[in-house]
Structure formats: structure tokens, C-alpha cells
């Protein structure tokens, strides 16, 4: 089985819908905060310091372990997944009988995915919609529970001495 240490540096691709999706709900999922997310879309992101080109990380998630050593698709996505706790559903993509086929499946679905997320994105968007609503309404009924700090908070009230 796969071990890493956290941080997990997710490198994922924010001009795809689908992949954005999918990233927010392990932001939202992560607690810990095991977590960093960095868009490869960026402009000026530079895949250099990992040894790799822009072109791979277009081709396949990547993420970085704490070591700098990287994990590439099937792999990358079963750490994530572990780390928000959700390792059960991506398992059966580690083991050694199904892992090419999981890996063949992913990579079919990373070639794709604009096209994938054009057909998808009316339901992209309710998702998304739904999502920004729980938010706010979490942030109205709980003061904090939402993780939105404000950019400038209040400063301390002073008693009198």
C-alpha cells in the first residue's frame, strides 16, 4: 500500500470545470488540512522544480509528497483521496490486477476532460450552485463554522482599566 506523509501538493488543472469541482470537495472534505492545492493553469506556473513538464501535469494529476517525490495519476488520486479519508474509493484502483486497468481508465478520462466537463456542465453548475449556498448559509447561521475569515476582522475590544 502507498504511505505518504503530509502535506500532499495537489497539482491539478483549474481550467477544467470537472477538476475544479472535484478539488473543492477535497478542500472541503480535508480538516486536517493535509492538503495544498496549486493550479497548474496559473499563469506563470512553472513544473521545473518537480522534474517535469507542463505537458505531463496536462496529461495526469500529479501530487507531491513532503520528500519532493512525485505521485502521478491513479497513485496521486488514492493519496488524496486517503488523506480526506475517502481511501475506500479509490483502493481497488491500487491493486496490482486492477491498477493498469484503473490507470488506462483515468488517463482515457484526463485526455477528455474538457470535452467531459462541456457536456457535464449543466449539472457542473446546480453542483456548484448548491455548494456556494451551504456555504453561505453556513456562514449566516454559525458565525465561523464556514472557514471564511473576514479580511479585516474587527480589532479586540479594550476595557477599561
Same mark, same amino acid.
Given at each position: 500500500m502507498m504511505t505518504?506523509?503530509y502535506p500532499?501538493t495537489?497539482?491539478?488543472d483549474?481550467?477544467?470545470?470537472i477538476?475544479? &469541482?472535484? #478539488? %473543492?470537495r477535497l478542500?472541503?472534505r %480535508?480538516g486536517?488540512?493535509? &492538503?495544498?492545492f496549486t493550479?497548474?493553469?496559473?499563469?506563470?506556473? %512553472?513544473?521545473? /522544480?518537480?522534474? $517535469?513538464?507542463?505537458a505531463? #501535469?496536462?496529461? &495526469?494529476? *500529479?501530487a507531491?509528497?513532503?520528500d519532493g517525490?512525485?505521485?502521478?495519476? $491513479?497513485e496521486?488520486? *488514492?493519496?488524496a !483521496? @486517503?488523506?480526506?479519508?475517502?481511501? *475506500?474509493? +479509490?483502493?481497488?484502483?491500487?491493486?496490482?490486477?486492477?491498477?493498469p486497468l =484503473?490507470s488506462?481508465a !483515468?488517463?482515457?478520462?484526463?485526455s477528455?476532460? !474538457?470535452?467531459?466537463s462541456a457536456?457535464? #456542465?449543466?449539472?457542473?453548475t446546480?453542483?456548484t450552485?448548491?455548494? =456556494?449556498?451551504?456555504r453561505t448559509q453556513?456562514?449566516h %447561521?454559525?458565525?465561523? @463554522?464556514?472557514?471564511? +475569515? /473576514?479580511?479585516?476582522? =474587527?480589532? /479586540?475590544?479594550?476595557?477599561a482599566s
Open positions: 505518504t506523509l500532499l495537489l497539482f491539478f483549474g481550467a477544467c470545470p477538476c475544479r &469541482l472535484e #478539488m %473543492d478542500r472541503e %480535508d486536517l488540512r493535509r &492538503l495544498v493550479d497548474i493553469a496559473t499563469p506563470g506556473f %512553472d513544473p521545473s /522544480p518537480w522534474g $517535469v513538464t507542463l505531463d #501535469m496536462q496529461a &495526469l494529476i *500529479h507531491a509528497r513532503p517525490s512525485l505521485a502521478v495519476g $491513479v496521486a488520486l *488514492h493519496l !483521496y @486517503s488523506a480526506v479519508g475517502l481511501g *475506500h474509493w +479509490t483502493v481497488a484502483g491500487t491493486l496490482p490486477g486492477l491498477r =484503473a488506462r !483515468y488517463a482515457l478520462f484526463a477528455r476532460r !474538457y470535452a467531459t457536456l457535464l #456542465m449543466p449539472w457542473i446546480r453542483i450552485a448548491r455548494r =456556494a449556498l451551504r453556513a456562514c %447561521d454559525a458565525a465561523g @463554522s464556514c472557514g471564511i +475569515t /473576514p479580511r479585516n476582522p =474587527a480589532p /479586540p475590544e479594550r476595557t
